[in-house]
């Protein structure tokens, strides 16, 4: 509930501190006083729409602030955490309004968003006016209303499982169909990309050994002649080696002659054999190595000509064609598992369909029936409002084609004002006064459901009095024992229901200079006085004050 709510330099309010209990609090005052005022201050806190025109005159800026106590797990609460906003505590909702029209907003001293601040605000108050638009008269809300009417919370949230359910297994279905219907139209180019890829089975690395035995060969190409030739020096007629051999033993045999001159002659000419055969050796390996056979080298051109030629076909480098190939097996495999897969898919969703057609189809059955009750319990409370000829209708429209998260119905809440006319929604048939009553009954019906912790009533009793006036004043007061109520009233009769009555006036402060809104708190005496003036005007008589007496008295 809201626990205290203090205004500084906000139009006509220069510094107000209220403090609040539970039950039925009223706010009266003579026309213009500022009750409006005190509203609209109210509504800035809840994150209502800021106007530089709200500062006081004279003052840069003014600022609201609501501290209401809710329980842990109130949605309230789950807003701000959403938020990521620390609620430990009461949770305080302030709105700074700049005179340039600027505003910041916080909760629990931490600043939001001003959206963040109507959600949260929305979820701790509701108020209801002639000219209001949110709350009742939103017909967005009524689904959930007759919902939360007949505690169809649990069968709620079975259709929005099933209908979760159903959209993903839908989105799956989609995204499946429409890669398959992709893969069917390029379905013969990958059987013949496959088919062309896998026949010439490329390699890793497969390009460059090719390319490195080509240039082997061609280079070998060049130079086996010059090799042959070389190679021929040691097989001819006048081939050096077998005369060195031949010269080395014949040397051999005077080298006792002449010691001294044949045996470094013999040595070196041995050292020129090992060489030379070094040499041949050599000569020998270079000529196998350079002997290719040509259609080998034909081979391998034509290789790497059709490995890149696939690879110009492909987009592709050529190192890439085996993880090409391997890609286009993948899809081709993915193709054939697709069609499985998606007959798969199409079941699930069937399923699911089935799920959720049954859950919506029995919540459905329930709201009919729970619209039946709400319409019996806030027909029953329009008599005594003076509404004995009209008649509240919840409109229930179904159709099982158009789905959604909360099933199959759209619900709305009409009305009847008089006999044989045309029923219609709420907010176009009723009147101001009419509407105001209506959502009243309604309140009263729903308190301990779908209801904010409190509600404030702008004027509701507008244009009527004595009986109509009383049964408004009854009605607030069921409504205050399970939800905080605060009525802005000109009915007596209201004001006496109260258990905490509030007089707004204006006050002449600055010595005379400037006009305040004072709001405060009643004592028995005063608040006599003040609901006798409410009766009988601004002349008090002894008979206005009787009356006073037994309004407060219930008699």
């Not at 097996?329 to 993915?334: F, H, I, M, P, T």
Request: glycine share 8%; proline share 3%.
């Amino acid at each position: 509930m809201l626990s205290e709510l203090s205004i500084k330099d906000i139009v006509l309010i220069d510094r107000l501190d209220v403090q609040l209990e539970a039950g039925l609090t009223v706010l009266t005052g003579e026309t213009g006083a500022g009750k409006s005022i005190l509203l609209d201050a109210f509504s800035l806190a809840l994150g209502g729409r800021g106007d530089g025109g709200l500062v006081r005159t004279g003052v840069a800026q003014g600022q609201v602030t609501a501290i209401f106590d809710v329980g842990d797990e109130h949605p309230a609460r789950n807003f701000a955490r959403a938020a990521e906003l620390n609620v430990d505590g009461a949770l305080i909702l302030r709105r700074v309004q700049m005179s340039d029209g600027r505003t910041r907003a916080f909760i629990n001293d931490q600043a939001v968003s001003v959206q963040v601040l109507k959600s949260v605000g929305a979820a701790l108050v509701e108020i209801h006016g002639q000219h209001d638009d949110r709350a009742l008269t939103d017909p967005a809300m009524h689904r959930s209303l007759l919902d939360a009417s007949g505690g169809l919370e649990a069968d709620v949230q079975r259709v929005v499982q099933a209908y979760t359910h159903l959209r993903t297994q839908e989105k799956a279905l989609h995204v499946l169909e429409a890669k398959i219907e992709k893969a069917r139209k390029d379905g013969d180019y990958l059987r013949h990309a496959f088919a062309e890829l896998d026949k010439l089975a490329p390699e890793e690395n497969e390009e460059k050994s090719l390319a490195e035995r080509r240039t082997t060969m061609q280079q070998s190409e060049k130079v086996v002649g010059e090799l042959r030739e070389a190679y021929e020096i040691f097989e001819n007629d006048k081939a050096a080696v077998p005369q060195i051999s031949s010269a080395m033993r014949r040397l051999e045999r005077r080298a006792s002659q002449a010691p001294h001159l044949i045996e470094p002659t013999v040595k070196a000419l041995d050292i020129a054999l090992i060489a030379l055969d070094e040499a041949q050796t050599a000569l020998d390996a270079a000529f196998r190595a350079a002997e290719f056979d040509p259609k080998e080298l034909e081979i391998c051109e034509e290789r790497l000509f059709a490995l890149r030629a696939a690879a110009r076909k492909y987009s592709v480098s050529v190192d890439d064609l085996p993880a090409q190939a391997a890609k286009f097996a993948s899809d081709l495999a993915a193709l054939d598992a697709g069609e499985h897969r998606l007959a798969e898919l199409q079941m699930a969703v069937s399923e699911a369909r089935v799920t959720f057609d049954k859950h919506a189809g029995a919540l459905s059955v329930k709201r009919y029936e729970a619209a039946t009750v709400l319409e019996n319990a806030v027909n029953a409370e329009l008599a005594p409002l003076k509404l004995e000829r009209a008649k509240f209708i919840c409109k229930i429209t179904s159709d099982a084609g158009i789905t959604g998260a909360a099933g199959i119905d759209q619900v709305e809440f009409w009305v009847q004002t008089n006999p044989g006319t045309k029923p219609g929604p709420m907010m176009k048939v009723a009147s101001g006064g009419e509407l105001s009553r209506f959502m009243l009954a309604i309140k009263v019906v729903l308190a301990d459901r779908g209801s904010a912790p409190t509600l404030v009533f702008d004027e509701i009793d507008t244009g009527v009095g004595g009986a109509v006036a009383d049964a408004i004043g009854q009605r607030l007061k069921r409504l205050s024992a399970k939800t905080q109520v605060l009525a802005v009233t000109h009915a007596p009769q209201v004001a006496a229901q109260a258990v905490m009555h509030f007089l707004i006036a204006k006050d002449l402060v600055e010595g005379g200079a400037q006009v305040a809104t004072r709001v405060g708190m009643l004592e028995p005496q005063a608040r006599r006085e003040e609901i006798a003036r409410m009766l009988s005007g601004e002349t008090i008589s002894a008979e206005a004050r009787a009356a006073a007496d037994r309004l407060l008295l219930g008699v």
